[in-house]
């Protein structure tokens, strides 16, 4: 069964120009695997359990960012951070996710001298709970960064898709199937803005001491069925099919 109100919405929604040389490739869908897995959906690091199957994966992965996609046309050269994550919380009700409330607040760093990567760490951890976050690929990617290639592929993706003309907006994604049910899909999201009053390079190893910055972050959890994700999927791939090589890729350790 189709969801016409959702396959409507989608195929209105006001996205930015493809990229001319991406227009006419027909990108390959990323393979997730089944196993447990990170990947760059634009300015999110997504990450998938073994629960969750890798057909719904790439569902999973194009509506994060053709709901990113869109919150970037709504608020190009807008500096306001939180207008953009309110495009990008709307985009995905629109496509049919149950989306609790979402509430930001500004946090201290702790250590000033640290990265952005190690700054939001111990934020991640007090969101999926101490047991959950000692066997997060996402943390352990974040707590090995230092060691890695800057000019990694997916660590450039990254950086370049979270840059914001005041500063950075990045989020972080867990996904895996709702424990309290098995039919649905279920995403616990961390959204982290930095707000530097410019647009930031090397977003994850940016540091904040003696930069006049500040870090406000706001998590959530969002939940769809299944068959309504299915549905739905046809229609959200179609519209970001053009942007699929430049804005996803496994995180390569």
């Not at 189709?2 to 490739?25: G, K, Q, T």
């Not at 997504?46 to 919150?71: I, N, T």
């Not at 707000?195 to 910055?213: H, I, N, P």
């Not at 406000?216 to 549905?231: C, F, W």
Request: aromatic share 6%; with cysteine; net charge negative.
């Amino acid at each position: 069964m189709s969801h016409p109100d959702a396959a409507n919405y989608v195929l209105a929604l006001d996205l930015p120009e493809a990229p001319p040389e991406l227009e006419a490739v027909e990108a390959a869908p990323v393979d997730f695997g089944s196993d447990e897995v990170a990947a760059v959906v634009g300015a999110q690091l997504a990450e998938f359990s073994k629960g969750v199957p890798a057909a719904l994966r790439s569902a999973v992965a194009d509506c994060l960012l053709l709901a990113q996609l869109a919150a970037n046309k709504a608020n190009s050269g807008n500096p306001d951070l939180m207008a953009w994550y309110r495009k990008y919380v709307e985009v995905l009700q629109g496509t049919g996710w149950l989306v609790e409330n979402m509430s930001f607040e500004a946090r201290d760093v702790g250590d000033m001298n640290a990265g952005v990567h190690k700054a939001i760490i111990p934020v991640l951890t007090a969101m999926l709970g101490p047991a959950v976050a000692a066997v997060s690929v996402v943390i352990s990617v974040l707590q090995g960064l230092q060691e890695m290639d800057k000019d990694n592929p997916w660590i450039t993706l990254f950086d370049r898709a979270s840059q914001h003309a005041s500063g950075a907006k990045l989020q972080f994604g867990f996904v895996a199937m709702d424990p309290a049910d098995p039919a649905a899909v279920q995403v616990k999201l961390l959204a982290v803005a930095v707000d530097a009053k410019r647009t930031l390079t090397q977003v994850l190893f940016f540091k904040f001491s003696d930069q006049k910055a500040s870090l406000k972050t706001g998590d959530t959890q969002l939940s769809m069925a299944t068959s309504r994700l299915e549905s739905i999927h046809q229609a959200v791939a179609d519209r970001v099919q053009p942007f699929l090589a430049d804005n996803i890729s496994k995180v390569e350790l």
